[in-house]
Nanobody
Framework: QVQLVESGGGLVHAGGSLRLSCAAS????????MSWYRQAPGKERELVAF???????TRYADSVKDRFHISTDNLTMTSLQMNSLKPEDTAVYYC?????????????WGQGTQVTVSS
């Protein structure tokens, strides 16, 4: 059974850093696209970043480019390093997975982890 569990969220001051982790069970991520999404109160869920493990290709939302970095061990762990955090980064962050070499829309989701950035 595919399961994703996020961790690493918390409260941080603006300018600080956090590292989110997504632990996969029931599968290994080598043939998957792993992604991070976020949803702020009253807003739609939006893509933050994804990595296509088969090729190593990554893509970031413009709002996080040069501040966030997605990485994976191609086994079970996918991480999101978040630097220079801003109050507008406050959201619940979700890990997603899809077995694909190109399609990043998740077929599986984690339960989410809260990130709060204070000004």
């Amino acid at each position: 059974q595919v399961q994703l569990v996020e961790s690493g969220g918390g409260l941080v001051h603006a300018g600080g850093s956090l590292r989110l982790s997504c632990a996969a069970s029931g599968f290994t991520t080598a043939k998957y696209v792993m992604s991070w999404y976020r949803q702020a109160p009253g807003k739609e869920r939006e893509l933050v970043a994804f990595i296509i493990n088969a090729s190593g290709r990554t893509r970031y939302a413009d709002s996080v480019k040069d501040r966030f970095h997605i990485s994976t061990d191609n086994l079970t762990m996918t991480s999101l390093q978040m630097n220079s955090l801003k109050p507008e980064d406050t959201a619940v962050y979700y890990c997603g997975a899809r077995r694909s070499s190109f399609d990043y829309i998740p077929a599986h989701w984690g339960q989410g982890t809260q990130v709060t950035v204070s000004s």
